[in-house]
């Protein structure tokens, strides 16, 4: 396989600068930590007197002793593209999540090797064999976890890295899954994803790894081999293998499995919300609902649980029992994969791989110091795009209501189960005069009256004033500037539960008292941000394919830049109209090559089984990876074994030869074929 280019970042005045910062980060690690640091001196052939720090970071490199490290050190000694400096010296630095150590071996060329450990208060410590054993298990773990989905933007996150798939052969897959084993029961120790908020046995880093590499290889035997060992020590490893024995079609296995299993367990969480999950896929919505409840009741502060129910509900069309279910969902702040913080470089260096190039990706290209394209505004604002975790799993069970039923029955479904904020002001003001002019007359009797009325209207006033600035906090930017008819209503604001929580409000007379909402809840602010995010999303796409159909109409040709398309596309994709998202996507393609606008377009192909457009793109996009660096990305290699094992390899390789494009770039995509061939996928020998 040909290695990708090396790019190189240098330090020409303070070398060892990114070695210290990254020493520094130790102590604010949270996660996997970044990827590998790789750090060379280099000083001119002639002269042994200035010497220039050179680094790059890298992913995938087998971590499993100081000797393999070093290994690749010595690959980094020859570059094409510096013939007139030499390499004398070189650090390795890897990241250790279990002992929180980073792992460093210097090397001197030609000559010596030295390897220890960091720890966070940047003391040096002895590499040990049981710590190079972690250190192995978290360069995996980081590769599947880290690498780029194909649509560039872990690629874009952070300059010069190179991306290497971990696992090649069979051999290493032993390793691989044996050092797993070996520390399983440790791997809560390493968070978990964004979703989760108590990392637990089977969920954090090593357990989605681990089933991340299983999906993406189908390697499904061996995984199911890993996990039958594991459960006999610990019972909660059923819901792994469950889920394993799913994806490897071994369905009446894998509910035999969920079934025993809980019998042991009632309450285990992660076994009722697979079993939710696959009465889903069997389209058994009222089986799956109970399953779905009863994992809620298991873990009522797990968001997965709650989504789960959510979506259950939303597959029943049990609308206003899905938005209060929304409703409910414990929402968690995003925590962000770790990234290193690198002082600012003198200059760097990102060459080209000869292979890799391929001149439509290269076209219209902007050149270093050209004006960015031109986005409007409005398609900057839409907030949608930047959401992560569990806000963005909320945004999408809410935007698959609004596909199933329309915005306008949303709204109606919506103040029909959430207190509206201007039917608590109408509700209060009367139950409040109903009980002062109570209270009037009582305390006429007893005192001849003290103003109680007067300090109530104060209280209301108040209340409606502060309400009428909440209104104004929640409308949409750039609303009142946009002077474009729209046929999506917008949306009234609900009352907040958190000015309610929060004792902003006047807690007498009671909620109960309210006769026109006793059985409405209140909205929680996060869900009334979403309604309003969605209803500038609904705006800006309305608006969009408005001016689109005039311009047609009047044989006009309808301009956007590559960004607004790329913007419109992701937009059209959000909402599910998957037709207007390719549209999008291949205008920006027709002005210039971008991952993301081809990513979309590849997914999108795959929703229509388009065999010749999915391989039409992943030849693209793999070219494009591999011209940034990444031989590997999971998600596309996942895409490749689906397609051979439902095509065959013969016909997945002839479409693929059949392509008008450079050889060497054809060569790329083979490259992922032959994978396949390694790990013996279906479909690959025929």
């Known amino acids: 396989m040909v290695a990708p280019a090396v790019p190189e970042i240098y330090e020409e005045e303070d070398i060892y600068a990114a070695v210290d910062a990254r020493t520094e980060s130790l102590q604010n690690l949270r996660e996997l930590g970044p990827p590998d640091l790789v750090y060379l001196v280099k000083q001119p052939k002639t002269s042994s007197h200035r010497q220039t720090g050179v680094y790059h970071h890298v992913t995938g490199v087998d971590a499993s002793s100081s000797a393999s490290l070093a290994a690749y050190v010595n690959t980094l000694t020859f570059s094409p593209l510096d013939k007139t400096h030499k390499v004398v010296s070189g650090i390795y630095c890897c990241y250790n999540a279990f002992s929180h150590l980073d792992m460093r071996v210097e090397v001197k060329i030609p000559g010596s090797l030295e390897s220890y450990c960091i720890d966070e208060r940047g003391d040096k410590r002895v590499a040990t064999e049981a710590l190079w054993l972690e250190t192995f298990l978290c360069g995996i773990l980081r590769a599947y976890t880290y690498a780029d989905d194909g649509s560039g933007d872990s690629i874009r996150k952070i300059v010069g890295v190179r991306r290497f798939n971990p696992v090649t052969n069979t051999e290493m897959e032993h390793k691989f899954l044996d050092a797993a084993e070996r520390l399983f029961f440790l791997g809560r120790q390493l968070s978990s994803d964004p979703e989760t908020q108590v990392p637990n046995t089977v969920s954090n880093h090593l357990t989605s790894g681990l089933l991340k590499y299983i999906q993406t290889t189908g390697r499904y035997t061996s995984g199911i081999n890993l996990f039958e060992k594991l459960r ?64 809620v009741t298991a873990a009522p502060s797990e968001f997965s649980t709650w989504a789960r129910l959510a979506e259950v509900y939303v597959g029943l069309e049990q609308w206003d029992l899905a938005l209060l279910t929304l409703n409910s969902c414990p929402m968690f702040t995003y925590q962000d994969k770790d990234t290193p913080r690198m002082p600012q470089p003198t200059r760097i260096m990102l060459p080209i791989l000869a292979e890799s190039m391929l001149e439509e990706i290269d076209e219209g290209q902007p050149r270093q110091g050209d004006p960015a394209d031109y986005v409007h505004p409005s ?10 975790g569990t806000f963005l799993k909320a945004y999408n069970l809410l935007t698959k209501v609004a596909a199933a039923i329309g915005w306008d029955q949303l709204l109606k479904i919506r103040s029909e189960v959430f207190v509206m904020e201007e039917e608590y002001r109408v509700e209060r ?37 502060e309400g009428a600035e909440k209104e104004d906090e929640g409308s949409p930017d750039g609303l009142k500037d946009e002077q474009v008819e729209s046929s999506i209503e917008k949306p009234e604001q609900s009352m907040a539960s958190e000015v309610i929580k929060s004792g902003n409000e006047d807690p007498d007379p009671s909620h109960s008292a309210y006769t026109q909402f006793r059985n409405k809840r209140l909205c929680e602010r996060w869900l009334d941000n979403l309604f309003m995010v969605l209803y500038e999303d609904l705006r800006i796409y309305t608006i969009w394919r408005t001016e689109m159909a005039q311009y047609r109409q009047q044989a006009i040709e309808y301009k956007k830049s590559a960004t607004e398309w790329e913007i419109l596309g992701e937009l059209a994709e959000r909402l599910h109209h998957f037709d207007e998202a390719i549209e999008a996507y291949q205008h920006g393609l027709a002005i210039r090559f971008a991952p993301k606008a081809m990513h979309g377009v590849l997914k999108l192909y795959e929703k229509k089984n388009d065999t010749r457009g999915m391989l039409g793109s992943l030849i693209r996009l793999i070219a494009w990876q591999y011209r940034w660096y990444s031989e590997f990305s999971p998600e596309l290699l996942f895409l490749i074994r689906k397609l051979i094992e439902d095509e065959g390899a013969v016909k997945v390789r002839s479409i693929v030869q059949a392509t008008n494009l450079p050889q060497p770039v054809l060569d790329l995509t083979h490259q992922y ?10 479909g690959s020998d025929g």
């Open 232 to 295: 006999t020590r610990d019972v909660e490893v059923s819901s792994l293998l469950a889920r394993v024995l799913i994806m490897a079609d071994e369905e009446v296995q894998a509910v035999r499995l969920i079934f025993d299993a809980l019998q042991d367990v009632p309450m285990d969480y992660a076994l009722l919300d697979c079993q939710a999950a696959f009465c889903q896929s069997k389209g058994e919505g009222e089986m799956a609902l109970e399953c779905a409840k009863r994992a």
């Open 379 to 388: 398609l900057r604002r839409l907030h949608a795009a930047s959401y992560q």
């Open 429 to 465: 003001q009367h139950s409040t005069s109903k009980h002062t002019r109570s209270n009037t007359r009582t305390s006429a009797e007893v005192n001849g009256g003290d103003g109680q009325e007067d300090e109530d209207d104060h209280h209301d006033n108040d209340a409606n004033t």
């Open 673 to 682: 074929c032959q994978l396949c061939a390694t790990f013996r996928s279906s």
